[in-house]
């Protein structure tokens, strides 16, 4: 049966462990995260963005969703259309009351379909599906606006950032995360850009109410290295190694080690 995502994120808060969302880029990188959840028990969340959206329409796992990333307000609207199960709306580049409109409708619209809706408050650093921020920490109050609308979940920005962590990084913000955590109860929070942040960083964000976690760049870069390492050792070359097959097994099993090794630091595992 279907998991809905709402519950699967109350559970994980009132079990104090988070649950992985993983975007997808090929069937490949989709068949390497499924199986490695199926193998450790673990709950998951496949995340996909706009553009992948339309190739994904009425595609869903007995094992997590498909949830909209970093969604607009049409792209929700067309992903709604689409029967996703899960959607994210990011309004955190807009004025906050234009964020409070937009989101406001599109929690109405959710409900009618029985959709669970991540919305965000404070830009998450880097860029992310053409979305582009500085890493701003969201405001506390401005974050209980958008709970009180009756999302599911919060992305609140704490200082992450996606894709690589500058060397010169402050980490993440704890006291913001623990203001938002006492205005907003029992409200599942997310953390974007997972990718480096130091494990005892991500157990006490996990702490302070932190219960779905995305990583991206990670796999991409795990991925990157193992087939770049296939090709340079001339393997591609060697019988039938340019079989796609052989080719993107390396990149598939790097896959499988990344989520492998979150899912046991967001304390997953056996928990689906």
Known sequence: MLVNATEMLKKAKAGHYAVGQFNINNLEWTKAILLTAQELNSPVILGVSEGAGKYMT?????????HLDHGSYEGCLKCVEAGFSSIMFDGSHYPIEENVAKTKEL????AEHGMSLEAEVGSIGGEEDGVVGMGECAD???????ADLGIDFLAAGIGNIHGKYPANWKGLSFETLDAIQKLTGEMPLVLHGGTGIPADMIKKAIDLGVSKINVNTECQLSF???TRKYIEEGKDQQGKGYDPRKLLAPGFEAIKA???EKMELFGSVNKA
């Open 224 to 226: 990157a290295a193992a």
């Open 140 to 146: 506390p109050q401005e974050c209980k606006m958008i």
């Open 258 to 260: 990344t989520v492998k």
């Open 107 to 110: 929690v109405k619209i959710v």
């Open 58 to 66: 009425g595609y869903k796992t007995v094992v997590g969703m498909v």
